[in-house]
Each structure stands twice: as structure tokens, then as C-alpha cells.
């Protein structure tokens, strides 16, 4: 007679107990509340005429990066990262406790090195001189770039700079892959504190939107918005576009038994986060939101539902998306749904952990900030906002849908 299979332990609740969040609005949750309840958002439309960008705030980068040389080898989306880490860990009350630092773990949604876009532009230039291109680009690539540069660029050097500087030393790993990262890492930081493979985690990533290179790569996909900024929804009825914004977000995972015993205050609680993927055929981003909604509906509460939504405004996608949400709407769900990417634009890795750090801002502060658009999409919430569902649809794969619960 075999013996039955012993009992799977049950999943514990995840907690969001700190929250480091740098973008185009300010630094920390604070500066951030006060933004969002504000008139608009910070926009840069000249710099990179004709596409507009949200900019990073000016930071005082030695009060989370002390030493003056660590900053120096960091690229910019780097110290963006590295510098929300501190906040982060600064936030949950853990950054000067190096029992607790040596067990965090630590999970980075980051992309790829940014290029040197005058050695690109000196290559590509003496290329137009020469029959020999070849030849020549050969002798370039060898001259003009340094063997270490590529491993320099490595996005898991981000979780080395945090490791470094911080002194978190649990376990790391590094998610790279545009939305889809952002949507990952988030995904298994949560499954892990909840299985209890992990009792508290580092995750977030970072991204600098004021970058040439990366503009170059998004107007050859014809993915930007090309017009003085608008917000997301009102930027469907003239063809779409995405607006990119630099940003850096970590937020801190734990589990409810640990936050308890240390003495940790819980900002939210995140509830589940769910990850898919498609070919983008017409309706089959929307298919996958509504089975992720599904899975999650029973945790939803029947008071009224924030709705953060990670919208880049790229079409035929803005559309898809507004119509999933009116549809929840027209079945009775009282939803307020609001495009986080009008506010702080867009940041591809570090867009979903924006979308959850933002999330557990509304739902502790009980409210939810003003609509910015003027298509009716956005409409004041009907009463106290004690949940947020997060829906983020990538602007070319990653479709990816959470839920944020108040914290009890």
C-alpha cells in the first residue's frame, strides 16, 4: 500500500514592503503622489523634435551611490537602477541591516548597453567613403571598440552595480526582453516568496528613454508618436505612437510571516501576477487578458476597481486593449481605469514594475489620482480603491496582468 503524497504547503501572502521608484514626476512615493495628483506630466517635446519624452528628474546620485568612481562605470540606465535599489531597500527599512541584505534576493529586468552613438556615426559615415566597406568596417569595429565593451553592456551588470553598492547578496537573477522582462521578473519574485523558496526580494529594472539609439530602433518599427505630447487614449484617433520615458523602479517582495517578525510595514499586498505571450494576431492579446482576468476574478472584491494599464498608445494594439476594458466595464465590473504611460511614459523592462509600484501607492492611499485624457476612457473612481489590476500589453509581445490588494 503506497503511502499518500504529503500535503502541498500552502502559498503565502506576498508583500510589498518598500517601494524605490525614479521617473520624469520626482524620486520616492511622496514626490510621486503629489505628481499624479497634479495637472500633467513633465514632458521634454524638443530635445528629441519630433518625439516627444518624459525625462528623468534631476538626481543627487552620491545619496545612493556614494563613491564617485561606481558612478563613473555605470551607464545612465545603470545609475537610474542602481539609485531606485537604494530607495527601495531605504523604504522597507532593511538598507543598514546586512543580516537581512546577505539573504534578499535579487531579480533585474533590464535591456542591452547603450551604444556609442558617435563612434556608430563615425563608422557609418566613413562607410558612405569607400568601396571597401568591409574592409573597412572590420578595421573599425576592431579600433573603435574596446573588447570589453560588449560585457560592460550586459544587463546583469545592473544586479552586479546593486550587489556592489548595496550590499544585497542573496541569489540574482537577470530577465532581459523588453515588457515582457518587466513582466517576468515580477512573476517569479512573487511565486518565489510565495512557495517559500525566497522570504524577501529585490525586483524592478530601469530604463533611459533619452537615448538616440533606442529612438532610432522604435521609428524603424514605426512604433513612436511623432506629434507634441498627448495622452495615451487621445493618440489613437490620429494613428498611435508610444512616448518613452526613463525611469527606474525596485520594489521590495516579502513574505507575511518575515515582514512580521523583522518589524516591516506592509505598503500592499500583491496578489498574483500572470505572464503570456502571442503572435499578435488580431484579438489575440485581448484573448489572453481575458483569460487572465478570469483566473483572477475570484480575488476581486465588489467595490470599485483601479485600473492601471501599462497602454503604450501604439496601434492597432491602444485600441485592442480599450476595447478589453470597455468590455469588463459593459459586464458590470466598476472598473476606473487609468494609462500610467500619460504620466511617466514608457519603459519597456521597467514599465511592469512601474505599473505594481504605482498600484500599491493607489490602493494604500485608498484613492486614486485624476483622469488625463479627454476621450472619457478615464472617469473618477465611485468610491474607496482597496484593489488595483495591472494590465500591460508590450508594444511588439508580452502580455501580462496583476493584481494589488490593500494590505491587512
Known amino acids: ?7 502541498k504547503p500552502a502559498r503565502r501572502d506576498v508583500l510589498i514592503t518598500g517601494i524605490g521608484i525614479v521617473s520624469s514626476l520626482g524620486e520616492g512615493l511622496d514626490q510621486h503622489w503629489t505628481a499624479l495628483n497634479a495637472a500633467g506630466p513633465n514632458v521634454d517635446n524638443s530635445a528629441f523634435a519630433p518625439y516627444p519624452v518624459h525625462p528623468m528628474v534631476e538626481l543627487d546620485l552620491s545619496t545612493q551611490i556614494p563613491k564617485r568612481g561606481d558612478q563613473r562605470q555605470m551607464e545612465p540606465w545603470q545609475r ?12 522597507a527599512g532593511i538598507k543598514d541591516q546586512p543580516e537581512i541584505l546577505e539573504r534578499t534576493d535579487m531579480i533585474v529586468s533590464a535591456g542591452g548597453g547603450e551604444r556609442d552613438v558617435e563612434a556608430d556615426s563615425a563608422i557609418l559615415t566613413d562607410l ?3 568601396n571597401e566597406t568591409g574592409l573597412l568596417l572590420n578595421e573599425r569595429l576592431s579600433s573603435d571598440l574596446r573588447p570589453t565593451l560588449f560585457l560592460a ?4 551588470l545592473l544586479a552586479g552595480n546593486i550587489s556592489i553598492v548595496h550590499k544585497v547578496t542573496g541569489s540574482s537573477r537577470t530577465f532581459m526582453g523588453e515588457e515582457a522582462a518587466g513582466i517576468d521578473a515580477v512573476r517569479t519574485a512573487h511565486a518565489r516568496v510565495a512557495s517559500r523558496q525566497s522570504d524577501i526580494c529585490l525586483v524592478g529594472g530601469s530604463y533611459n528613454a533619452e537615448r538616440l539609439d533606442m529612438m532610432l530602433l522604435f521609428e524603424l518599427g514605426n512604433y513612436l508618436w511623432r506629434e507634441d505630447w498627448a495622452p495615451v487614449w487621445d493618440r489613437i484617433a490620429k494613428g498611435g505612437g508610444l512616448v518613452t520615458g526613463s525611469m527606474g523602479v525596485f520594489l521590495i517582495l516579502e513574505s507575511a510571516d518575515h515582514a512580521e517578525k523583522r518589524g516591516g510595514t506592509p505598503i500592499a499586498r500583491l496578489d498574483d501576477v500572470l505572464a503570456d505571450r502571442c503572435k499578435r494576431q488580431p484579438g489575440d492579446a485581448a484573448a489572453i487578458a481575458k483569460g487572465q482576468f478570469e483566473a483572477l476574478r475570484d480575488r476581486i472584491g465588489d467595490g470599485p476597481l483601479a485600473v492601471l494599464s501599462g497602454a503604450t498608445g501604439v496601434e492597432p494594439l491602444a485600441s485592442e486593449e480599450k476595447a478589453f476594458l470597455d468590455g469588463l466595464a459593459e459586464q458590470g465590473t466598476d472598473l476606473a481605469v487609468r494609462a500610467v504611460g500619460s504620466r511617466i511614459g514608457h519603459g519597456l523592462e521597467a514599465q511592469f514594475p512601474a505599473l505594481v509600484a504605482l498600484a500599491a501607492l493607489t490602493v494604500s492611499h485608498g484613492s486614486l489620482f485624476p483622469p488625463l485624457d479627454s476621450t472619457g476612457m478615464e472617469r473618477e473612481s465611485s468610491g474607496s480603491i482597496t484593489q488595483a489590476l495591472i494590465t500591460t500589453w508590450g508594444h511588439w509581445r508580452g502580455e501580462g496582468m496583476a493584481l494589488v490588494s490593500r494590505a491587512t
Open 1 to 7: 500500500m503506497t503511502s499518500p503524497a504529503p500535503a
Open 153 to 156: 553592456q550586459l544587463p546583469n
Open 80 to 91: 537610474l537602477g542602481t539609485y531606485a535599489a537604494g530607495l527601495a531597500l531605504a523604504s
Open 128 to 130: 558612405l567613403k569607400t
